[in-house]
């Protein structure tokens, strides 16, 4: 059973990242799932988010979170490390009890969303302490291996939005408190400011961000720390704001436009082919969440490439023109 962690109830695969490497997902067996999936729409979708967090809640979108930073002049991005699996069992059991759970109940509820996989980490004495339930007498629970958000489970996004939310109030204050914007989308957190601010600042905002990280089990991704200050170009999300409104980049524009001459040219199969995909209904379907992106933020220049993307898939006898 999931919950006495006697089966793992997950199937990882590794999927490759852009940067190089690998990432590990950890996909939900049916059974898992289907719970799983009861306990997102029935206990965490109608949860308050923090009004700096961007992800996962209803009407957030990477748009909204760059349009927060439009005319930046300074702009700091920090990445969290394995942002899910730093969120451990004991943080989500905290969260259902502020949900309003019994002791139990919160803890059956932090064993099924969560995920045991080496290496082997035991529950520290904190943890054991705060688990006045007393599951210890209850044998079947009796495992003491500590549990993390798995990538791949349907409840993780909104649970680590509720469990975060601690970290995104220190944040939001030491934002407030050096007349900055914060904002958090998933592990991407972002500083900016339309005033100048010292390199000594920025040094200082640098070094209690990985404070505040270290504090909730979270490891500052070093290599992925960006600080632009004014006069280097912007990007919050893949956007650009260090004009007076969010824009494309010229890369996502390129990117866009690749494909879409691409169809125009070889034709669907072949494209799909030379790009990689495994089927061309994969690939229409991601050129076309591309180019709706695209739309949102400059509807302009999103209907000319829906236009010719259009006219290529009617072209190849695309039964579906409008993806």
Known sequence: MIVSRSEDGYKPFTIRKKSGGGRLIAAPEPQLLSVQRWISRNVLANRPVHSSSMAYAPGASPLKCAARHVGARWLLKFDIHDFFESISEDRVYWAFRSCGYQP?????LARICTRVHSPYVQIDSRWRSGRTHGPAEIT????DRLGHLAQGAPTSPMLSNLV???????????ARERGLVYTRYSDDVVFSTGTTITRREVRNLVHDVKRVFNSFGHLLHRKKVVIAPP????LVLGLLVDGDEVRL???YRARVESHVRGIEKFGLAEHAAS???????????????LIAHSRAVDQTYGDSMQLRLSAALEASGWSDASP
């Open 104 to 108: 139990l109940i919160a803890f059956e």
């Open 140 to 143: 079947a629970y009796s495992d």
């Open 164 to 174: 975060s939310e601690p970290m995104d109030d220190l944040l939001a204050k030491i």
């Open 231 to 234: 006069g280097a170009r912007k």
């Open 249 to 251: 980049s010229r890369e």
């Open 275 to 289: 790009r990689h995909f495994t089927s061309v209904w994969g690939m229409v379907r991601h050129v076309g969440g």
